[in-house]
């Protein structure tokens, strides 16, 4: 029985398509420069070409993901979707059936959801995501903290808690099987619920995200809503259904998917472990010998710059902060025997500052 017997439904379906179709794409094109190059380029133009917002879009995703860039960018995407639909719904009038597109969509969304969730879930176990607060951020006032520092700050003071987190994120991968998805989808649906929240009400700038994998997540169990609401709500007995597989006719194509399927998984899921130790070991290396957080003489200050706080981080990396907090990275080189700091900025036009401070004992 087919699911879209309405032209409401069927119109539905077809925008949901080209919705979650794009957004998967955009957010995984990270591996195709040209793409994101001419993404870069079309999105300030779009946006000027019909004066969407009243300024140039020059700041691109870069950490965050709801920059003027992301939010023109989901406006194009859903523009794109709308109207697409509504083409594809007039030359495909008299279809009747979307079961087998549906059935690949789901897929494609169960897959795309479990990987990001494990992805996010793994950083939480090698606690990556959430470090235990820095030198610099102890040394704050909480009236100094935002929003976003007291949510890391909370959530990084604890190991368990973050392991508790990625845990119930790696749990997604049990929408990697049809008789597990229902259960892989609720707990992927209450584990992005809770990280919605986080952004929405401590003003995290990944709300856009986030809010694309609970929806994907909801539209994953729309398969199984009707049972769940019987199951939870009403004393009729229910039955869970199991969507229905589409497969080839020659059962060597089956018999290839499922070896494509497994190897895919294994290729993605195991090198994105191994990148995570491997960040783990980087992040958890040795130390800085100054390690630990610094605020400078105000005669020590040179009136070229505006910052007056310095936290050692590793290597030859040094985090600055100005007054109101914003950071910069320097170069920074210690010399031990003359106990000597040198500091160097590169600032606008390639100009460079040069900075050397004597470092002295408290003893």
Known sequence: MSHFNTPISKFFFLFIFLLFAQTAFVDTIGMFPLIIDFLHWLVPAVSKTFNIVSYPITVFSNGSGDT???????????????????????????????????YWLIVVLRFFVALMLIDYGLIKIWKMQFP???????????????????????????????????????????????????LGAIISLFATVNVMAINYFYDVP??????????????????????LFGFFLTDTPVKL???????????????????????????????????????????????HELFGYYELQSDSISQDINWNKINFASNDLLRAY?????????????????KTLFINEKVKLNKTWNYKYTLKSDS
Do not use: C
């Not at 960018?73 to 794109?80: A, D, G, K, P, V």
């Not at 709308?82 to 009038?93: C, D, L």
């Not at 007054?323 to 920074?332: D, H, R, S, V």
């Open 68 to 102: 003027t860039y992301d939010w023109v960018l989901n406006l194009i995407i859903f523009s794109i979707a709308f109207f697409g639909a509504v083409i594809w719904f007039i030359m495909a009038r008299n279809k009747t059936n979307y079961e087998r597109l549906n």
């Open 132 to 182: 235990y607060p820095s030198p610099y951020r102890l040394s704050q006032t909480y009236g100094e903290s935002s929003p976003m520092g007291l949510a890391w700050t909370f959530l990084g003071f604890s190991y368990g808690y973050n392991l508790f987190m990625g845990i119930v994120e790696v749990l997604a991968g049990l929408m990697f099987w049809r008789r597990t998805v229902v």
């Open 206 to 227: 990944v709300k856009i995200f986030s809010t694309t994998l609970f929806i994907m997540t909801l539209y994953i169990l729309s398969y199984n809503l009707k049972d």
């Open 241 to 287: 259904n199991i969507q229905k597989a589409f497969r080839f006719r020659k059962p060597i194509f089956n018999k290839l998917l499922i070896g494509f399927k497994y190897t895919f998984l294994l290729f993605l899921i195991g090198g994105g472990v191994v990148s995570t130790i491997q960040g783990h070991k980087e992040l958890n290396g040795p130390k």
């Open 322 to 338: 100005d007054k109101e907090g914003t950071t910069i990275y320097l170069q920074a080189k210690v010399d031990t025997i003359k």
